[in-house]
């Protein structure tokens, strides 16, 4: 008859050890694999804070909501310059840091306001297409800018203040009525 102990130089008890040690470990390690299941299907409370919203997506209401926070929002301290002016890269930018909004904070911004403002901004600015070009963050260095006025020879740096020279609907929000200088230009 073959003896088990013999083989493998074990007395019964020490294989009996063994066989029990090894259940204890497949045990441990089924009881774990459970509790990893059971914590990885609970999401955690920041998750849970923010799948409790629904995405907004841009549609009609908040892309209009949005638009009506970032003009006031922006005319507190400058006037707000149309989304078309800069591109996508530098709204996200601004809005994931409005902490650091050109030397200063932009004051009681919260979540909601950032996701509504974003909708709006997203929905009417441009992506940046070229591969590795920089993200302007001055209204003077923005292609789209330039773009937009093309006949118009700046002989001071462009900032927000410049617009109303030309729009002067600015304190409207009307970009669209320009001084007579250049209301027939092409």
């Not at 088990?4 to 259940?23: A, C, E």
């Not at 003077?140 to 330039?146: L, M």
């Not at 118009?152 to 609907?169: A, D, M, N, R």
Request: with cysteine; glycine share 4%.
């Amino acid at each position: 008859m073959f003896k088990l102990s013999k083989f493998f130089h074990f007395k019964r008890s020490n294989l009996l050890y063994l066989v029990i040690s090894l259940g204890i470990l497949l045990w441990c390690i089924s009881i774990g694999s459970a509790f990893t299941h059971a914590i990885a299907a609970q999401p955690s409370p920041i998750l849970a804070q923010s799948q409790s919203l629904p995405p907004l997506g841009p549609n009609r209401s908040t892309v209009e909501a949005g638009k009506e926070l970032y003009v006031s929002t922006c005319s507190g301290c400058h006037i707000a310059i149309p989304p078309e002016v800069l591109p996508t890269e530098t709204w996200q930018e601004l809005l994931e840091n409005p902490h650091k909004h050109y030397g200063t904070s932009v004051p009681n911004m919260i979540r909601l306001s950032q996701i509504l403002i974003w909708d709006y901004l997203k929905t009417n600015s441009r992506p940046i297409w070229l591969r590795d070009a920089p993200v302007p963050y001055y209204i003077e260095q923005s292609r789209y800018f330039k773009i937009l006025h093309p006949r118009v020879e700046f002989s001071e740096p462009i900032t927000t203040k410049s617009c109303v020279l030309c729009h002067p609907g600015v304190k409207d929000f009307n970009y669209r009525i320009l001084t007579s200088e250049w209301e027939d230009a092409p």
